[in-house]
Structure formats: structure tokens, C-alpha cells
């Protein structure tokens, strides 16, 4: 008999990791906590979710899985590993994939995450950690002139890094903490990292799952976080991805694996057993390997470019992680390259109110084309229709053998869809790093 396993999610990441379950010949039933609408379409078996829980409603998810008969939870969101859900749960006997309060520090205190790869000598930019404004509006004056950014220390869905040109707007984005509450209390104040002729150093994510004791390494993805073309406008949870980024060599690989080797070592050391996905933020300059953050999960849109690349049964994986069995697993991919592109509300990240509720129209004529997959995120099903009800609404993902074919399905879909009134807003040029490398 197939099991009940249960997702904590809500978006385009939950919605990759129940696909993926999905396929498993041991699971029956799936619980997307809190879920959304579009999840059932990725998936033939039932899809439960509950939109009127958040991830962080730790009593209530105990009370569900218990009553369900929940044989494993894979706690997949931010806010959830930092309200301690998995310690939560494990306390109750009920198995989890998801790091602990204590090992998810990592992610939901980016002061903490500093002063740890400081401690274990993993590459970092320049930083100074502050508790008040006055702090860092002294620190800024005796800095020289010179590009920063200004980073809450606490989790704030994607947005919580500013960049600013210079002092005076460093100064100001200070003030800006104030929007993410508590989470902008403790902030840093980081030296942009640049190559020596002034450009841009290029970023990357890389991803990789232990069980406390061994990990593996899953894959790297390059994600788009600006909410315009050309990597302009605000900063986003992320507006698409492409997958694999051909900026990482042999070399590049190499580095990454000593660093996911130093943070594993470093947690033990720390007695924060590490159970889950972590990822590693890096940007590289002029070939050296730096971290720009951890995050204890699957990055989103990372995971729905990454995971269903993945061909093992994903709960056998899990299972795994649950057992501290991963160095007996043999994980393989399917080579091929995927690219998603993020449908969002237009107003987003800023203002999208006047979009909630519009209808989403072409979905089910763009996930018929080839080599497409839509992941939900932001929606809901309304009267028998599916209606705008977040920032990040889907993800169009397109698969390829290489850059160019998987960007170009992933367009070709996109084309269908649209939101009542004209309210749809995506990038056009997503994977364009790649896509000059080989043009």
C-alpha cells in the first residue's frame, strides 16, 4: 500500500516537488501545506491542500500529519525551517527531509552565515554586521566612495538584498530595512565583489542534498532575480532560471564541492546535524569561487529546473536522507538543459493588488506543446477558472538538449498565456548569458 507524504509549500517549488513525488510507486497521497490550485495538475495522484494554513502554523501541520497518517514531511520553504517545524515534528515521530531550526541558521540569519564561513575559511565578500542605524551610517562614513549592499540579516522572501552605487544610497536602503520589520533589524553592509576591470562578477547556484552524515552534490542552475530585462528594476524571489549554467568548468565544480565539503564538516562541528537540501549562493571573480549566501532548501525557481532533470524515484532519495543512507544512492540525470521563465503579476514585486483575482488564460493550450511543464505558484481556482493570487503567478519551463532549443520552447508556451486586462509581465531574456556563449 502507498504512502500519504506531505510538501510544505505554497509555490512554484512545492509544486515541482509534488510532481516529483508524484511519480513515486510508493506514494498515494500527496499534502501540499498550504499547496495551491495548480498543483493537481502535475499529478495523478491526489493533491490535499490546506490555503488557509502558513507554513510557520507548526501546531496545526503536527495535528494534520498525525491525523493523516503522514509517512514523511519534507518541510521545503524558508520560514518554515526557521520556526522550527522539523524540530517540531521529529519530536511528534514523524519523519522529516529539512534541516532543524538550529542548521537552518544558515539561511534565516545571514549574520550567523557570515561569521560561520568566516570561522571555516569559505570565500566571502568583505562584510560588517549592524544592529542600528546609526551603526552603519557611521561605518559608511569612514568607508571610501564604493558600491554596496545593504542585506537584512533575517528572512525576507527573496528581497531583502539592496544594492546601492554608492554610500549615500547605501545610507538610504539602511532606512529601507525598516519594510522587512524584524527581519531588517540586524542588516550587513557588503562590498560588492567585481573582477579587476570593474565588470560584474557572474553568479550562480548549486545545490546539494545530505542526510547528516554524507551528502551529494544535484546540480547547478543560474537564476535571474531582477524583475526587468537586461537584470534592471527591483530586486525578486527570482523571474527565471536556466539550467546547466555553461559558466561552471571542471574547475568551478571543484571549488563549489570543497566549499559544500567545508559547510558539511563545519555543521558537524557545530553539532547541527544537516538533513536536506542546501544551497550554496556563489559568484565567481576571475575564476575564484566566492559565497554570496546559503539557503537551507531548494532555491525557487532553481528546484523546477533541477529536480525533474532528476530520474531516480524521488521518494526513494528522500527516504534516504530519513534512513542516512545517501551515500548508497546512485543519483542520475537526464542531461537535458531546461530554462523557465516566471509569468508574474504586472506591478510586481511592489504593487500587484488591482491584478488579484484576474483570470490566467492559455495554460492549458501552453502545457500541451512540447518539452513544456507549468509549475503554480501564485494561483487559485475560482468558478471552475484559474485566477491571479500572488506576485509569481507560474512557471513556464522548457526542456532541451541544449540552451538554445529549451529558451525557445519555453517562449513559444509563454506566447499562449495571458492575464485578463493585459496583466501578464515576464522577461524576455532569460538564460541570455548562455545563450551569448554559444550564439
Not at 545571514?110 to 542605524?133: D, L
Not at 520589520?181 to 565583489?193: R, V
Request: glycine share 10%; charged share 25%.
Amino acid at each position: 500500500m502507498g504512502k500519504t507524504i506531505a510538501v510544505i509549500d505554497a509555490g512554484g517549488r512545492g509544486a515541482a516537488l509534488v510532481a516529483a513525488y508524484a511519480k513515486s510507486i510508493h506514494v498515494d497521497k500527496i499534502l501540499a501545506i498550504p499547496g495551491n490550485d495548480y498543483m493537481q495538475e502535475n499529478s495523478s495522484k491526489p493533491v490535499i491542500t490546506y490555503p488557509h494554513l502558513k507554513t510557520t502554523s507548526v501546531t496545526e501541520i503536527v495535528e494534520i500529519c498525525k491525523k493523516e497518517n503522514v509517512f514523511f514531511v519534507d518541510v521545503a520553504q524558508d520560514n518554515a525551517v526557521a520556526a522550527g517545524l522539523v524540530d517540531a515534528l521529529e519530536q511528534h515521530g514523524i519523519k522529516t527531509v529539512g534541516p532543524t531550526k538550529s542548521a537552518g541558521e544558515l539561511e534565516w540569519s545571514k549574520a550567523y552565515s557570515r561569521e560561520f564561513m568566516k570561522k571555516y575559511a569559505i570565500a566571502q565578500p568583505e562584510y560588517a554586521i549592524f544592529y542600528s542605524v546609526l551603526e552603519g551610517e557611521k561605518y559608511l562614513a569612514s568607508q571610501k566612495d564604493q558600491p554596496w549592499f545593504v542585506k537584512a540579516s533575517g528572512l525576507a522572501e527573496g528581497k531583502g538584498a539592496l544594492p546601492a552605487k554608492n554610500n549615500k544610497e547605501a545610507k538610504e536602503r539602511i532606512y529601507e530595512l525598516q519594510k522587512f520589520g524584524d527581519a531588517g533589524k540586524t542588516y550587513l553592509l557588503e562590498k560588492w565583489l567585481r573582477s579587476s576591470d570593474g565588470s560584474n562578477a557572474e553568479e550562480f547556484s548549486a545545490f546539494a542534498i545530505s542526510d547528516g552524515n554524507s551528502w551529494q552534490l544535484l546540480g547547478f542552475a543560474q537564476d535571474h532575480k531582477r524583475v526587468n530585462d537586461n537584470d534592471e528594476g527591483e530586486n525578486t524571489g527570482g523571474m527565471g532560471v536556466s539550467t546547466p549554467p555553461l559558466v561552471i568548468t571542471e574547475d568551478i565544480q571543484k571549488q563549489t564541492i570543497d566549499i559544500f565539503e567545508k559547510t558539511f564538516q563545519g555543521l558537524q562541528k557545530e553539532k547541527r546535524k544537516y538533513k536536506g537540501i542546501l544551497y550554496l549562493g556563489g559568484i565567481l571573480v576571475e575564476g575564484k569561487v566566492y559565497i554570496i549566501e546559503y539557503n537551507a532548501r531548494w532555491g525557487d525557481p532553481e528546484c523546477e529546473v533541477i529536480l525533474p532533470g532528476i530520474l531516480n524515484d524521488f521518494y526513494e532519495v528522500s527516504m534516504a536522507v530519513i534512513q542516512a543512507t545517501i551515500d548508497e544512492v546512485k543519483i542520475t540525470t537526464d542531461k537535458k538543459a531546461r530554462v523557465a521563465v516566471a509569468g508574474a503579476a504586472k506591478g510586481y514585486p511592489v504593487d500587484y493588488s488591482r491584478v488579484k483575482g484576474k483570470e490566467i488564460i492559455g495554460l492549458d493550450i501552453a502545457k500541451q506543446l512540447p518539452g513544456i511543464t507549468i509549475f503554480g505558484a501564485g494561483i487559485k481556482k475560482q468558478d471552475n477558472k484559474y485566477v491571479v493570487n500572488g506576485g509569481r503567478v507560474f512557471y513556464v519551463v522548457g526542456e532541451g538538449n541544449t540552451v538554445l532549443e529549451a529558451r525557445e520552447n519555453a517562449y513559444k508556451a509563454i506566447k499562449h498565456i495571458s492575464i485578463e486586462g493585459d496583466n501578464l509581465h515576464f522577461r524576455t531574456d532569460i538564460g541570455w548569458r548562455d545563450v551569448n556563449r554559444v550564439s
